[in-house]
Nanobody, 114 residues
Framework: QVQLVESGGGLVQAGGSLRLSCVAS????????MGWYRQAPGKQRELVAT???????NYADSVKGRFTISRDNAKNAVYLQMNSLKPEDTAVYYC????????WGQGTQVTVSS
């Protein structure tokens, strides 16, 4: 079973930046879709960003222009650079990897103070 380990969450002031990392326990390649979801308290989990088929990316409208997803297949990793953070970005962020099935990380908390 694939293990996904996230890191990089924390507390930041509005306008600040954070970089989330997610490392898979198995080799990945550009054909494996990876991405990030988030879930705020009392809300449904929502898709934040996806990277697939090499470097094709998609973003939620709420993060376009502020967040950037990237990957390093040699390190079995996907990253989420988050800039100009807003209090409404506060959530638990989960990475996922499509490898035989959808595999999830344990989540990392991001808190943005106003």
């Amino acid at each position: 079973q694939v293990q996904l380990v996230e890191s990089g969450g924390g507390l930041v002031q509005a306008g600040g930046s954070l970089r989330l990392s997610c490392v898979a326990s198995q080799s990945i390649d550009s054909g494996n879709t990876m991405g990030w979801y988030r879930q705020a308290p009392g809300k449904q989990r929502e898709l934040v960003a996806t990277i697939r088929n090499g470097d094709s990316t998609n973003y939620a409208d709420s993060v376009k222009g502020r967040f950037t997803i990237s990957r390093d297949n040699a390190k079995n990793a996907v990253y989420l650079q988050m800039n100009s953070l807003k209090p409404e970005d506060t959530a638990v962020y989960y990475c996922y990897l499509v490898l035989w099935k959808i595999n999830w990380g344990q989540g990392t908390q991001v808190t943005v103070s106003s």
